[in-house]
Each structure stands twice: as structure tokens, then as C-alpha cells.
């Protein structure tokens, strides 16, 4: 009867060796190095800043869109493009003005660029305006202009950083936005109250294209069924007037670079029970455009999806992993829920935030569950100092360890093979080694009986 159940227990142990060590040999793992590269890549000169209607913006699309193919995903339906139209800001001939002229047009002072001045990214319906005392309001940290027909605001940020580049936002309120230092507001502010006026001009205008989200999958048995969805937006914000580039490397080169990544890692797992749709949103600077253009175009199918949003992987200051959920979520959404007894199970340090602040936010307007995985560090993001020389392999890990096991979860039905194959066939092979030690000790106590 032992010795029965002992074959019954070897085979079991084989089958279990068989299919997890399998599994061992056949799924590339996901390699945070290779995280790491891509970033460098993608925030490197050679993209220059990726603002969403620019070539660099275009060619950045088509980096990840051959990273998805060679990664063997297939088109999200027809294409790996899905094209949607935006305004975005162009450079024009000319240089950056801030001066003080007299009445007859002589220019009395000439303002530096990029120390005393810079515009901040955030509209230009106008990009030229004249203005003296009348047209002018002053306060302690801004100088608001209304001339009738443009709006424009001189802004002091704080501790006089002309570094920060705000979102591109085309409906802002003022028509130009121009950040100054302390001393240069209180200059234009004496010389405006002696009767001078202010020329400023920014060349850049605002005009359309159309641009690309870049859309692929990974076909599960259940095609009809709604997807699983792995997102990150691509852009950022291009360059300033003297060419000082905003790479973007925590935002979010890293979180392109991570879904990348994670595609060649799922692919290899075998067939999910559901699509696995990949997505790189574009225009999210914009005002999250390109991830609302995704969900206005697929929302019938996408109602019962799971969407897990990557922004900001990388971080290497001391940030917990946050959960970014709706403003309207809770700790006691299940779906929250879910990750947060996974972070707890793996001993991740996280913690929750509840803000519409990335591409989640449009798939929780039209109530489909939704989170970004985010290292809520924002000491660097938005200036020139967002480099991939700050990027740590250690935090791009600690999101992979949760997020592979809730993606896994929804799109292999938790099978635990997927989970612990690594320690599954190290376990059955010791277990089997251990049954046949005991056959050969039974066979010996029987052969000796005899």
C-alpha cells in the first residue's frame, strides 16, 4: 500500500516537474535592465523631449510600436496605430523678446532668456504682446496683462526656478504664460509705473496634427471576452527656446519602457484566458488625450477590463510604491483592494493616492476599474533634470513583483504555475529525489529480508 502511494506521489511530482520546468526554460523574464536601456534610449537627444505633434513625438511612436512587434504582440484589431487630432505648440522663426521700450519704440532694456525670463509651456492662443501701465495689474508673485485682446500672465515661481515646464493645455485661461524671477517682476514693475512699456514675444504657436497612440496585443482564448489592458503614455515635453531638453525619464520613458518590458514577459507565459491589450498613450501631457481617445473608441469593449497604468516606475529616492486610483476611489474599492493585499502579501511598501492626475483617470469616467502603478516622486519630473542617470533597477523590481501577480491574476486565472514555476520545479525535483531515495531504501529492506 506504501509502496503505491509512494508511484502515486513520484508521478505527481514529475508531472508538476514536467510542466514547471517547462515553464523555466521557455518565459523570458523580465529584466529591469532592459528597462533601464529603454529609458536611456527614449529620453535621450535623440527624441528630444517627445512633445506630442512634433517628428521626434512620431518616431518615438514608431520606437514603440517595432519594440511591441519584436516582442511578437500582434495590431490591436487592424493597426498598431490609432490616429486622433491635437493642437499642440510649434516653434515659429524668431527669437525669445523681453524688453522695456519707451513710447517711441526705443528699446531701453533687453531681458536674458532663460535667466531672467522663460515661457512656461502651458498655451500660446497669442505669442506676442505690448503693454504699459494701464493694461497692467500687479501682485506680490505676478503681473496679470489685459489689453483687450490678449490675456497673458507673468508668473514668479518658486525660489525664482525657471526650470519647471508646465503641461500643454490649448483652453488655458490666458493666452501666454511666461515665468519670471522675483527681481525681474520688480524691475518691470518700476519701469512700467515710470510710463514705459513691455514687448514680449515667445516664438511658438499653436497648431494641429494628428498623432498616434500606439496599440498591440497578446490574443487569449477568449477574444470577445473584454481585455486585460497594460498602459503607459510615451510623450513629455520636448524642448525649450535655447534647445535645453526635457527627456522625461521617470515621466515616463519608464513607464513605456516597463509594458515593453512586461510584453515579452506575459508572451512568453503561453496563452492567456483573455487579451492582454498593451497601450501607449500619447498627448498625456496634453491633458490625458490620447488615453480618452482610446476609451471613446473602445469603450464597448473595455467595460469588464482590468486597466493597469504605469507613470513614474523607477524612482530612485526613498518613495513607497503608490496605488493612483480615481478621486472618486476608495481604499475599499475591490479593485484597490485587490493590489493593496497583494503589496501587503509581497511586504511592498506603498501607499494610495485618490487624483484623475494620469491616464486612469479616463477609464474611471466611464466606471472600468482602473489604478497607475506610480513612484510618487516629483522632486525632478518636468525640468531638465529628469534623467535616466536617477532611475533605480530596485523600484522598476519592487512594481514588477506586484503588478506581474495582478496581471496574472486577471489573465491566467491565478494559475499558480505562472506565479511560482521557479519554485515549483525546484520543489518537485528535490521531491522526487527524495521518493527515490525511499524506493531504493524499501527495495534494499526487502531485497536484505530475503
Known amino acids: 500500500m506504501f509502496k503505491k502511494f509512494l508511484y502515486y506521489c513520484t508521478t505527481l511530482f514529475l508531472i508538476v516537474f514536467y510542466f514547471s520546468f517547462n515553464l523555466f526554460i521557455n518565459i523570458k523574464p523580465f529584466e529591469s535592465y532592459n528597462v533601464l536601456k529603454t529609458i536611456e534610449t527614449l529620453s535621450s537627444d535623440k527624441y528630444k523631449g517627445r512633445l506630442a505633434g512634433t517628428l521626434e513625438n512620431t518616431e518615438a511612436a514608431a520606437f514603440v510600436k517595432e519594440q511591441f512587434q519584436k ?3 500582434v495590431p490591436f484589431y487592424d493597426n498598431y496605430y490609432q490616429f486622433f487630432n491635437v493642437k499642440y505648440p510649434m516653434k515659429v522663426e524668431g527669437m525669445p523678446i523681453l524688453r522695456v521700450i519707451t513710447t517711441k519704440g526705443d528699446v531701453l532694456k533687453e531681458y536674458s532668456y532663460g535667466t531672467d525670463y522663460k515661457e512656461d509651456l502651458l498655451n500660446f ?13 500687479f501682485k506680490d508673485d505676478f503681473i496679470k496683462v489685459d489689453n483687450g485682446s490678449t490675456n497673458v500672465v507673468f508668473y514668479v515661481p518658486e525660489g525664482d526656478n525657471l526650470s519647471f515646464r508646465s503641461s500643454f493645455m490649448h483652453d488655458a485661461p490666458m493666452d501666454m504664460y511666461i515665468i519670471i524671477t522675483s527681481s525681474t517682476k520688480k524691475d518691470l514693475e518700476r519701469y512700467i509705473g515710470l510710463g514705459y512699456m513691455v514687448e514680449c514675444f515667445i516664438p511658438l504657436e499653436v497648431k494641429q496634427a494628428s498623432i498616434p497612440n500606439v496599440v498591440a496585443k497578446i490574443e487569449g482564448k477568449k477574444p470577445n471576452y473584454s481585455p486585460i489592458v497594460l498602459g503607459a503614455h510615451f510623450d513629455h515635453l520636448g524642448n525649450d527656446l ?11 520613458a519608464s513607464g513605456i519602457a516597463f509594458i515593453i518590458e512586461m510584453s515579452k514577459y506575459l508572451n512568453s507565459l503561453g496563452v492567456p484566458e483573455k487579451d492582454i491589450t498593451f497601450v501607449g498613450f500619447n498627448a498625456e501631457e496634453f491633458g490625458l ?7 471613446k473608441k473602445y ?13 513614474m516606475i523607477g524612482t530612485n529616492n526613498s518613495a513607497p510604491l503608490c496605488i493612483l486610483a480615481g478621486q472618486k476611489d476608495s481604499v475599499n474599492d475591490p479593485f484597490v483592494k485587490s493590489i493593496a493585499n497583494t503589496c501587503t502579501k509581497t511586504k511592498t511598501h506603498f501607499n494610495y493616492l485618490f487624483e484623475d492626475s494620469s491616464d486612469h483617470a479616463s477609464f474611471r469616467n466611464e466606471n472600468i476599474n482602473a489604478i497607475t502603478f506610480i513612484d510618487n516622486d516629483t522632486t525632478r519630473i518636468h525640468t531638465p533634470n529628469d534623467k535616466a542617470t536617477f532611475i533605480s533597477t530596485k523600484s522598476i523590481d519592487r512594481c514588477f ?3 506581474s501577480k495582478e496581471v496574472i491574476k486577471y489573465a491566467f486565472s491565478n494559475n499558480p504555475l505562472y506565479l511560482y514555476y521557479k519554485q515549483l520545479a525546484i520543489a518537485s525535483a528535490v521531491l522526487i529525489i527524495i521518493c527515490f531515495l525511499i524506493f531504493s531504501k524499501v527495495n534494499r529492506k526487502k531485497n536484505n529480508s530475503l
Open 71 to 73: 516582442n511578437n504582440l
Open 401 to 403: 513583483n506586484v503588478a
Open 125 to 137: 492662443n497669442e505669442n506676442k504682446v505690448v503693454f504699459s501701465k494701464n493694461e497692467s495689474f
Open 289 to 295: 488625450l490620447g488615453s480618452a481617445e482610446f476609451v
Open 242 to 252: 535655447n534647445g535645453s531638453l526635457y527627456g522625461g525619464a521617470l515621466d515616463n
Open 299 to 311: 469603450k464597448p469593449i473595455l467595460t469588464e477590463s482590468k486597466v493597469f497604468n504605469f507613470d
